[in-house]
């Protein structure tokens, strides 16, 4: 872990031996931890669910997040549970390939890997090494409330605790968002939603047509773009399982219900008519765990930091992205990085306002930039026989160094 355990700044300086707290603990607030923690600051985590279970599908890093992993020692364990992104191919709703990418040369080029895995897999590796770190999490604490003078996070239980700093990683819908903001605010439904389902290959392997879906050891991305809808697919959990999205015009999905379970004929009804192969796939969607999403983002924010300086958002509570990005979790798993070295930096606590401001300053552009380009995608690709000749806008923000950024960027006297 290329981190200054020793207590050592890279300018010379005894790094503060500071408290964080941090709230919520999905891969936002456990990257943050497990940065913090390797500055030297002693870090507890309030999550409040009780017992984690596994949501979410798969997910796609770019190399700006697979350098932090593998700066933090975690190449052997992601490695055993995600598989490199070789290629990405667009592809009508017919059938046609419209362009391919080649993204093993890429990879290359970039220096780090672009991997596919399951976003349980992941939360369960970074848990694994907070927990190795002795980072305490305690379970079921709902943060209700912050005071921010002398930054304290208060529970619904009444429970006070307090930080030197507090980073609120509580997710899209954060309550530490409305607060800062003194309004409930809600993510913006975009009015598309996502199908998201693993469908086990083991159903797939009797039809040759599929064979090239198939295909573990040179892993393609495979979009399907159609007037209104996309769909994305690739294979996950060593190729026993294919994950699939299907984007569209929301259909049961509300403010009052993110996250719904729908029957797959529904489904199927909808994409009848697209490529057949795609057609026998979603014959084989699971009856008991094919979801459907609410896809939400929000414009960007002019401030992540309270009044003070001494707590701020970290992950989708600051910057919900549409998965056209690709790039939630990876700005999430950079926000972490970001925070622990700008703290590292400060001589006094007198200065983390400095710090959090020069956050502010260091990840709202890029995140901004990531989240405007994630639109424009998904409206590209949902066009009038779709537009994919120029693939993935994303692209530019696969390499990105956020630790050397941060050390880089100016802290205000
Ligand atoms: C269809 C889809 C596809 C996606 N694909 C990708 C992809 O390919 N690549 C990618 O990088 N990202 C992808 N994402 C996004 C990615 O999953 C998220 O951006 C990322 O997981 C956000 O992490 P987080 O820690 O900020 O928030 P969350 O994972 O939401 O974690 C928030 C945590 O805070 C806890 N919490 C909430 N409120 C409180 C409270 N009051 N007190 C205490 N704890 C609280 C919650 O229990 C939870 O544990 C996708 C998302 C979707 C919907």
Same mark, same amino acid.
């Given at each position: 872990?290329?981190?200054?355990?020793?207590?050592?700044?890279?300018?010379?300086?005894?790094?503060?031996?500071?408290?964080?707290?941090?709230?919520?603990?999905?891969?936002?607030?456990?990257?943050?931890?497990?940065? @913090?923690?390797?500055?030297?600051?002693?870090?507890?985590?309030?999550?409040?669910?009780?017992?984690?279970?596994?949501?979410?599908?798969?997910?796609?890093?770019?190399?700006?997040?697979?350098?932090?992993?593998?700066?933090?020692?975690?190449?052997?364990?992601?490695?055993?549970?995600?598989?490199?992104?070789?290629?990405?191919?667009?592809?009508?709703?017919?059938?046609?390939?419209?362009?391919?990418?080649?993204?093993?040369?890429?990879?290359?080029?970039?220096?780090?890997?672009?991997?596919?895995?399951?976003?349980?897999?992941?939360?369960?590796?970074?848990?694994?090494?907070?927990?190795?770190?002795?980072?305490?999490?305690?379970?079921?604490?709902?943060?209700?409330?912050?005071?921010?003078?002398?930054?304290?996070?208060?529970?619904?239980?009444?429970?006070?605790?307090?930080?030197?700093?507090?980073?609120?990683?509580?997710?899209?819908?954060?309550?530490?968002?409305?607060?800062?903001?003194?309004?409930?605010?809600?993510?913006?439904?975009?009015?598309?939603?996502?199908?998201?389902?693993?469908?086990?290959?083991?159903?797939?392997?009797?039809?040759?047509?599929?064979?090239?879906?198939?295909?573990?050891?040179?892993?393609?991305?495979?979009?399907?773009?159609?007037?209104?809808?996309?769909?994305?697919?690739?294979?996950?959990?060593?190729?026993?399982?294919?994950?699939?999205?299907?984007?569209?015009?929301?259909?049961?999905?509300?403010?009052?219900?993110?996250?719904?379970?729908?029957?797959?004929?529904?489904?199927?009804?909808?994409?009848?008519?697209?490529?057949?192969?795609?057609?026998?796939?979603?014959?084989?969607?699971?009856?008991?765990?094919?979801?459907?999403?609410?896809? @939400?983002?929000?414009?960007?924010?002019?401030?992540?930091?309270?009044?003070?300086?001494?707590?701020?958002?970290?992950?989708?509570? @600051?910057?919900?992205?549409?998965?056209?990005?690709?790039?939630?979790?990876?700005?999430?798993?950079?926000?972490?990085?970001?925070?622990?070295?700008?703290?590292?930096?400060?001589?006094?606590?007198?200065?983390?306002?400095?710090?959090?401001?020069?956050?502010?300053?260091?990840?709202?552009?890029? @995140?901004?930039?990531?989240?405007?380009?994630?639109?424009?995608?998904?409206?590209?690709?949902?066009?009038? &026989? &779709?537009?994919?000749?120029?693939?993935?806008?994303?692209?530019?923000?696969?390499?990105?160094?956020?630790?050397?950024?941060?050390?880089?960027?100016?802290?205000?006297?």
């Amino acid at each position: 872990m290329t981190t200054d355990t020793n207590g050592q700044s890279l300018n010379g300086h005894q790094i503060l031996p500071l408290d964080v707290l941090i709230v919520g603990s999905g891969i936002g607030g456990l990257s943050a931890a497990i940065a @913090c923690k390797g500055k030297g600051f002693s870090v507890t985590i309030l999550e409040s669910t009780p017992k984690y279970s596994h949501v979410g599908a798969g997910i796609f890093l770019g190399g700006n997040a697979t350098k932090v992993l593998l700066d933090w020692g975690l190449e052997e364990d992601v490695r055993q549970v995600s598989t490199d992104l070789n290629n990405n191919k667009f592809i009508s709703q017919t059938g046609e390939i419209l362009s391919s990418a080649d993204y093993k040369t890429l990879s290359k080029e970039i220096g780090y890997p672009l991997l596919q895995m399951h976003r349980a897999d992941l939360h369960d590796v970074l848990l694994k090494k907070a927990l190795s770190l002795g980072i305490d999490i305690k379970m079921g604490q709902v943060v209700e409330k912050y005071e921010v003078q002398t930054p304290k996070a208060i529970t619904t239980d009444g429970k006070v605790y307090e930080a030197d700093v507090i980073f609120a990683a509580d997710g899209y819908r954060s309550n530490a968002r409305s607060q800062l903001l003194g309004r409930i605010d809600e993510p913006r439904p975009s009015g598309n939603s996502a199908y998201r389902a693993l469908i086990s290959t083991d159903k797939l392997k009797h039809y040759p047509e599929l064979a090239p879906f198939l295909n573990w050891t040179d892993q393609t991305n495979w979009v399907w773009v159609g007037e209104g809808c996309h769909v994305v697919l690739y294979l996950l959990r060593h190729g026993t399982v294919l994950n699939i999205v299907l984007t569209q015009a929301a259909k049961n999905v509300n403010d009052a219900n993110y996250v719904v379970k729908v029957d797959p004929a529904e489904v199927i009804e909808r994409y009848k008519e697209w490529d057949p192969r795609l057609v026998t796939m979603l014959q084989h969607l699971p009856k008991d765990n094919t979801l459907e999403w609410r896809l @939400c983002d929000m414009e960007p924010m002019k401030t992540w930091v309270f009044p003070h300086g001494k707590i701020a958002l970290v992950g989708d509570a @600051c910057h919900a992205v549409l998965p056209s990005a690709a790039q939630g979790a990876g700005m999430a798993i950079e926000d972490g990085v970001a925070v622990a070295e700008l703290l590292a930096r400060v001589k006094s606590k007198d200065e983390i306002p400095a710090a959090l401001k020069a956050y502010d300053e260091l990840r709202i552009p890029r @995140c901004a930039s990531i989240m405007t380009g994630a639109r424009g995608d998904a409206k590209r690709w949902q066009g009038k &026989g &779709g537009k994919p000749a120029s693939g993935v806008t994303s692209t530019w923000s696969w390499e990105y160094d956020v630790a050397g950024a941060a050390r880089e960027i100016k802290l205000e006297e």
